[in-house]
DNA sequence: TTGTAGGCGTTATCAG
DNA sequence: CTGATAACGCCTACAA
């Protein structure tokens, strides 16, 4: 089928084309008696076009109904006003979170945001950050510090800006903005283990494709290390983001003879999971063993024995990403690294191990 | 700052322009020694062109680390390969997980997500819509069915095609995929007054701007006013989103002296709530009192005393949903009234009321 | 301050 | 099966 204007053009032989579909920048010019430049500067730049013009314009846009052409002008301006975000995941809470924060903070800036899961895989998240790449993005929001090995050549080579959220680390190359997750796990442990514990377990999802949870990880390690400790193979569990799974792993840790008096979960659902199972078992939290989070979600809170974690500021961290991230996308120059607190917020269910 | 090609045209007088910042589809073509036409259909139609092009062309794509443009794809093609999403809020358990579902379905369509959301707020979803319009999006998913009252006209008028979801009526205006909310709640409330409760409490989140919550609070009242039975305004309460507002609103609810057999919930976190608070209480749940809920969250089950409630599977709404839209954007042209099933998972926290 | 005209990177028509 | 070329709808340098 030849186009509208094609076909116009064959049967009339001069002006007057055939009326397209659509109306265009072109009919709102005709309509008003003014160039197209008049009418795209009417929009585009109000103040260099003269009050009675720019008002007349704006009627008939509205008269006519006109809404421009995003991929037209994108074509031209180099810009779309998108960014991008590839999370692991969007139904773990955090994440959600962020992308809440995310979205009302791009508003404000006029961009919108495309939304696309990794699943915990860097050659999806590869493949997405490129199709975001053809979509036109204009930056991109990632999670963690390790990609794809061609990730950040490809990016680099296009000067596509990103960050990299939910880590800081200074040795990374590229901006990025979040909580230092080893620094977080050593200090909790060592808030336990200057309560005294020494017999550890710890439950946590698979550290897999995951920079952030084995950080974490690494955290309590070396905190342990410091002082000679380590978790024994029996008191160490890995599993999913459920309360189901955090029961699970918490009655797993606690088969053995030899029971941990401080239980040291990944995430919020595996230490509510391992609360609710405790009490299940008639255990005393803390008086038979303490069990400590991260993150926090309303539910530790508001549990019988309010749970001890560490809170990450999630949406401050979407929210500081989008900032940054439009600011690059408008010409701001640096690089930051920013690091997001991670406070330790210490409630009922922990304290001194049980004497002996 | 003049455009590179212009420059260039100025400086050398006929072909060899000034090398452009990023590769495009000629520079592929020209290395590949044929048109332009030719690489086009090398990837967008790959059985029309003859076997060795086609893998010289793919080789040269590949070692010049050329991604085709979007914006001008979608300026000819007029279509961008993308579905906008506007949900009231992402932080909610029910539409988070309808966004991931949304994002896993549209993923293997080759579509991508742009998201935004309304706040519940009628206005502001009309005016991400309209931005969501400009940006390109070829069809869009929104939440319920009651909108600002140029939204409808405005899509009609453009002939972008849309879903409403999360609602299931046989009588609004265009397709949607979701529960009948209505009913939902209708059948509940009779399976507690076929247990014998006469005396309800609802607590509920606020049904301004919130058709489906509207729709919800009406099945309540339906079903008691058919047994000439009603909430009396003490025993009503309206609140947010959280565990502690559901506490808060329990205590509120129990605080007068006629108490309140079967306690009625507008959502899972409000749930929980009521019965941490039922718990904090020393009341025996559901033996002195029955507590229900609405959606299915994990937390539901896990409590001490799992929670009745009503599961409506928001990641088939969000799944159904975007393969409706993708196959509506694709030309099939009919539309759906799907209704996703609410069953009533009946759990230890419903049972008669107590003997007096 | 306003108009003219060319180009942004692809796709698609039509002829070869 | 392949190539030349005119749109797609808007922006902007340049001229008036």
Known sequence: MPRARVQASKENDDKSPAPRATVGLRDVARAAGVSTATVSRAINNPDIVSADLRERILSVIDRLGWVPDGAAR?????????????????????????????????????YTLLLACSDYDAEQE????????????????????????????????????????FVYSRTTHGSCIGPDNHRALFNLTNYLLDLGHVRFAAIAQSTENNDRATARLNGLRDALAERSLAIPPEHFAIGEWTIAEGRALFRHVMAGPSKPTAVVCGNPYLAAGAFLESQAMGLRVPHDLSIVGYDDIE??????????????????????????????????????????????????????????
């Open 74 to 110: 994108a074509l031209t301006t180099r810009r779309a006003g998108v960014i991008g975000a590839v999370f692991p995941t969007l139904s773990h809470g955090d994440f959600a979170r962020a992308t809440n924060a995310i979205q009302a903070e791009l508003l404000t800036s006029g």
């Open 126 to 165: 590869y493949r997405q950050v490129r199709k975001f790449i053809e979509r036109g993005v204009d930056g991109l929001i990632l999670v963690g510090e390790a990609h794809h090995p061609k990730l950040k050549e490809f990016l680099l080579g296009r000067g596509v800006p990103f960050v990299q959220t």
């Open 299 to 356: 539910l530790l809170s508001e549990l019988p024995v309010p749970i001890t974690t560490v809170r990450v500021q999630s949406d401050q961290v979407g929210r500081y990403a989008a900032r940054f991230i439009v600011g690059k996308v408008e010409g701001k120059p640096a690089d930051i690294v920013f690091e997001c607190p991670a406070e330790i917020i210490v409630r009922a269910s922990s304290g001194p191990p049980p004497r002996r």
